[in-house]
Nanobody, 115 residues
């Protein structure tokens, strides 16, 4: 059974940082491209960042480029999202997604950016 478990969310002040983790099990992690998505209040889910299975290529939404960094550790079956210079607009539930032949989603972790 495939499981993706996100962690690291919480409440942070504007300008602060958080590091999200997504631990995967039940799949051959090194085969899967991994992505982070987010869904803010009243908004549609959007792609934040993605990384190929080898980690050699990444992509970012324009709104987070230069502030967020996606990375992965295939030895630990984990993908990370380092988020810096957070703003209230980054408030959302953050989800990780694994994609190879089909995709799998985690349950999400809440990130709230507020004074």
């Amino acid at each position: 059974q495939v499981q993706l478990v996100e962690s690291g969310g919480g409440l942070v002040q504007p300008g602060g940082s958080l590091r999200l983790s997504c631990a995967a099990s039940g799949l051959t992690f090194s085969r899967y491209a991994m992505s982070w998505y987010r869904q803010g209040p009243g908004k549609e889910r959007e792609l934040v960042a993605g990384i190929r299975n080898t980690g050699g290529s990444t992509n970012y939404a324009g709104s987070v480029k230069g502030r967020f960094t996606i990375s992965r550790d295939n030895g630990k079956n984990t993908v990370y999202l380092q988020m810096n210079s957070l703003t209230p607009e980054d408030t959302a539930v953050y989800y990780c997604k694994a994609w190879y032949v089909r995709d799998y989603w985690g349950q999400g972790t809440q990130v709230t950016v507020s004074p």
